[in-house]
């Protein structure tokens, strides 16, 4: 049986591994089965010294880096791109990811929107479209179009698995969604939109 001969991780990297993991968790708040790595939408997290990211602007993406003490103040640092750039869920998400860093440990909470490049359901992960259908809504079928001409493919429905199902509206619940109605079981169903 192996033994762990790495060097325990001081407090400060915990918290920073800590809230790493925190903001990683956050939930969305119009699909809350999606946490906002699940939904892409989380580009990364960056956790380091306060005091030592005035003075070097280092950082560690992971959190696993070497505090100055055990009192030394955290800096988070999270990116986040908005599924649209008017997406009205964002300021509760970044809300959300400051509550989330600051319950872990973090002192200062810095959350940017980033619009470039556009998000894509391509960066949604096989975790997440397997609870988008677990939770009643058809995940994106297919990848984003790279060109301007994309093709439709058919949706299966999240109640029955049927495929013979057609669009009723273009935008469903939010407008990420469109509503769909599945001819064999009669059930109306949101279908997250591949953009």
Known sequence: MATDTAA????PAQTAE????????????EIPVLT????GILRSVEVESAGEANETGESQETGEGQGTGEDASLRA???????????PAMETIRADVQRAARAAGATEVDVELVFSPAWTTDWMNEEGK??????GIAPPTGKAAAGPIGLSMAVKCP????????ELSRFGST?????YRCSDCLEPFDYFKVH
Request: proline share 6%; glycine share 2%; hydrophobic share 40%.
């Open 36 to 39: 906002i790595e699940d939904l």
């Open 130 to 135: 397997a609870k988008l259908d677990a939770y």
């Open 18 to 29: 800590a809230i790493v993991r925190a903001v990683r968790v956050v939930c969305d708040p």
């Open 159 to 166: 109640l029955c698995h049927s495929l013979n199902t057609h």
């Open 8 to 11: 325990p991780m001081t407090e």
């Open 77 to 87: 640092h999270v990116v986040i791109t908005p599924t649209y750039s008017g997406c």
């Open 175 to 179: 407008a990420c969604k469109a509503l």
